[in-house]
Each structure stands twice: as structure tokens, then as C-alpha cells.
């Protein structure tokens, strides 16, 4: 199983979103790609470590300061304690999820109902 890293909460400060991280971030680069986990209804940035990939979940009540984030177009980062990383490329990659997700059944109702509210 992919490790999981999940986003507690989001800030917008110093021109960017900043994301919490629940553990360290130390070691992981940004494999610039973003998923979807519809049964958690949370997008998943995809990093790489060294062996394996991880994954950082961003649940649905983060949402909010994604979108704030886009259209600001503010850079993302990931944070715990004092470890900071960019998360490159990642407003490309969430337009291009959300607009797949956008009116798509294989995503499930709920999930679809989800991001249209918010995005």
C-alpha cells in the first residue's frame, strides 16, 4: 500500500496556499500529477520517494482554498513544521482533473456533485 499523507488544514499567507501536513515531508519530490479518490472525495497529489511513490490527500473540506488558490493563481505548498515543499505544476493538474470530473458518471454522483459546488 501507497504511503498517505493527509492535508489537516490550508492557509493563504506570503502569496501562497500553504498545506498542512499530518507527517514529515522530508525526502519526497512532486511527481507533478493529481488524482482522484472518489471514495474518500479527496484529490491526491501524487510525490516520489525513493522506492515508491506517496501519496498526499487532500480531502473535500480543503476544497475551498484550492479554488481560492486558483484563481488567485497563488503557488501551492505543503508544509510540517519546518519542512516546505512547492507543489509544482499543480493548478494545471487540478484543471484538467476537474475538468474531467465535470458532468462524468465514472466518477461516481456524489464525487461529480462535490467538485461542481466548489470548483
Known amino acids: 500500500m501507497k504511503k498517505r499523507i493527509t492535508i489537516l488544514k490550508a492557509s493563504i499567507t506570503e502569496n501562497r496556499l500553504l498545506l498542512e501536513a499530518n507527517e514529515p515531508i522530508s525526502g519526497l519530490v512532486p511527481a507533478e500529477q493529481i488524482l482522484v479518490d472518489t471514495k474518500q472525495y479527496s484529490f491526491i497529489y501524487l510525490m516520489e520517494a525513493k522506492e515508491d511513490y506517496t501519496y498526499i490527500e ?61 470548483f
Do not use: C, R
Open 58 to 118: 487532500i480531502p473535500e473540506q480543503i476544497w475551498s482554498f484550492l479554488k481560492s488558490a486558483q484563481e488567485q493563481k497563488l503557488p501551492v505548498w505543503i508544509n510540517f513544521q519546518d519542512q516546505q515543499l512547492e507543489l509544482l505544476h499543480f493548478h494545471e493538474e487540478l484543471e484538467y482533473v476537474i475538468s474531467n470530473i465535470g458532468g462524468n458518471s465514472n466518477y461516481g454522483k456524489e464525487m461529480v456533485t462535490k467538485v461542481e459546488a466548489i
